[in-house]
């Protein structure tokens, strides 16, 4: 299941996980965890905000977003 | 093993008394559990040469004394951690005669891979199946038969912070302990084409390994490339053996994926087996809202939809109220201050009410319609629709072959572009980034926004919704198309994922949104008080010299130098001059427009404005606008990140050469169609 999950991720795009959920017939919660392994294992990695670009930035207050989605990315 | 490090006195057991770790991962209830069955009977300290807190403790249960170790809490044991090296360790070298594991019912997906883990170990299991009560609130049918018939193991159903099914739980331990309970452990397989090479390495290694590890344990931690099992077999084996060994690891450097997704389909079966979950409440309305706010389809046009909602909301409900402060503050202060300064010279008559209050003023009167479009983003943001809007324009951008990791800060741009060019710092690839940065400024963003606020009113009347939504779009259109076209020779056709979890739907805060639209339009009255009004003094000054006539000033006759070009898109040199004032900050252009046209004795400035230009200006007026060149900030941002002036000046002059085209195209275009 992990690597059917690394498959999809590898043909690239933008994925959600309730819809890798249905492809895998998983629940969303189990697709999280393994992303949060994959995470672990180095093939992805947490995508933050804007990370460092915020910092210092003036601005920084205005573009916070409150329901912000849990993100991630191919290394 | 058990050696602590404590001012407490280590607490006294004889050496049959019978051992039970509890395993657990963290917040899954374990620590209330060992509170509740030690007490004050328990001994708190560090184990051997780790930093990790070490618990252990005694009970006793029906007149027999038990000793009870309170394992670190761990998600897995693999050595990723030293709580899971400790963990493990324990129960290798330890050799407990039961493990109780305490899994949450409330999140069992999570709670199972340690019990996957726990399974491959050689003791006695039992699973305590705790926060029942947490699972039941949440809609979550767990049903432990069928869980226990699923894993092979015995499970206690638990709510351990009310003591309920602690009795049963003891119980079936004691039977554990005395050989009274069978267990048949379903194991999560190893695919076939791995079990054989799996079985290669038990072989080679199987003399070797040191008691009492359980020589299929090691095999597996191997495969998976555990690093403390990889680092003592490397010490034991014999060179040939070790080669062998490294050879076949290296062959099967996957295989640690191939385990892992084992466990992982084991997950899915028990939890088909035993979980329940009727998709009520929150997750139930998420996915039904998502089928249709997360389609690719009717999710981008639910999105053009709610966009046109907010421009039909802020203008309906923002034009009486500006209407009002127009003419019961900013006229009455204007004439107050005019009576004032009757004795004054005319230049600073003309200064404090052609350059401050008509250039300040004019932008002050829009915060109403900031006000509201600002309170309805921060609804849209805060029930968590703005996440499934950015979702649905990826992927609208990823058909046109843009990059994933380019969301984020692209949606940063609908409040500025400076943060969305600095955010681009996540990504990875350059050619990537560098695309993102130069469409980021197609961003229609919250300043460019207020001039259209300001003018498609004036112009379009009933119609400025549609005017606005349609400049949105055309926007986003544009940033599409251009980013289309740069990736043809930046990006050539590299697609890398992004995987995203989307919040839950849920009820609007009307605090966070207060304090949302307070912070965002304190930050507009700040700049209306420093760079708008310096920029309405520097026009003013500009078209007051240098003898006090506007047709004559320096700044009419810079705008005529440029009247040509303003020409194509149906300006004269005023409009050309506002358009300009706008690349230190956009709302410039109503604050220079203010200044250049608010001092008309015989009416305001949206009427002055409604009969000098034609309907065609205004809207190509509005296109060049939303497709400009960046503000100065953004284009200092743009340097900074490139680090170079050449990208910066190709950025200006791809925005320079987009809007004029697309203003002397709109232009054209509504002459024709009778509106010029």
Known sequence: MLEKLLNEIRLGGTLEVNALAQKLGASPQLVTLMLEHLQRAGYLQPYASCGDGCSGCGLQGDCQHLSAPKLWSTQ | MSDCHSDEAPISFSAETPLIALAGQPNMGKSTLFNLLTGLNQHVGNWTGKTVERREGIFTHEGREYRLVDLPGTYSLTANSPEEVVAREFIVRERPQVVLAVVSAANLERSLYLVAELLTLSAPLIVALNMMDVAAQEGIQVQPEALSAALGVPVVPLI????????????LTRQALEGNLSFCPNRPAVRADHRQILNQIQTLIENYIPQPYPPEWVALKLFEGDSEITRLMEGLLPEAESQTLKDLLRQH???FL??????????????RAAVRQPKIGQIGLTERLDRVAAHPLWGLALLAAILGLVFWLTFTLAAPVQAWMEQWLIAPFTAAVSAMLQPAPFWLRSLALDGAIGGVGS???????????????????????????????????????????SFLPLFLGFGCNVPAIMGTRVIDSWPAR???????????????????????PIFFGANAVWVSWGLVLLSLLAL???GVLLNQFLFRGQRSAFIMEMPLYHLPNARTIGLLVWQRSAAFLKKAGTAILAMSLAVWALSFLPNGDLNTSFLAQFGRLLEPVGRWMGFDWRLTVA???????????????????GNS???????????????????????????????????????????SWRWTAFSVSLFSGLSLAAGACTYALATALGAG
Not at chain 2, 160 to 171: E, K
């Open chain 2, 579 to 597: 358009l300009l004032t706008s690349l230190p900050a956009k709302e410039n252009a109503i604050a220079t427009l203010g200044v250049l046209f």
């Open chain 2, 258 to 271: 191939a385990v892992a997704s084992g466990r992982y389909e084991w997950i899915a079966e028990m939890l």
């Open chain 2, 363 to 405: 932008v002050l009167t829009f915060l109403p319609v900031l006000v509201i479009f600002f309170a309805a983003f921060a609804l849209l943001e805060d029930v968590g629709y703005m996440a499934r809007a950015a979702y649905v324009m990826d992927n609208l951008m990823h058909l046109m072959g843009l990059h994933g990791k």
């Open chain 2, 253 to 255: 450097d996957d295989a």
């Open chain 2, 434 to 456: 560098l695309l993102t940065i130069l469409i980021a400024p197609l961003v229609p963003c919250t300043a460019r926004m207020v001039v259209v606020a300001f003018i498609a």
């Open chain 2, 601 to 643: 004795p015989q009416a305001g400035l949206t009427q002055t404005l409604a009969a000098t230009f034609s309907t065609a200006t205004a809207l190509s007026f509005l296109v060049v606008t939303m497709l400009f060149i960046p503000c100065v900030s953004t284009l200092a941002v743009i340097r900074q990140e490139t680090n």
């Open chain 2, 160 to 171: 351990a912070s009310r003591a309920v099914g602690v009795r049963d739980l003891l119980a």
């Open chain 2, 480 to 482: 599409v198309l251009s």
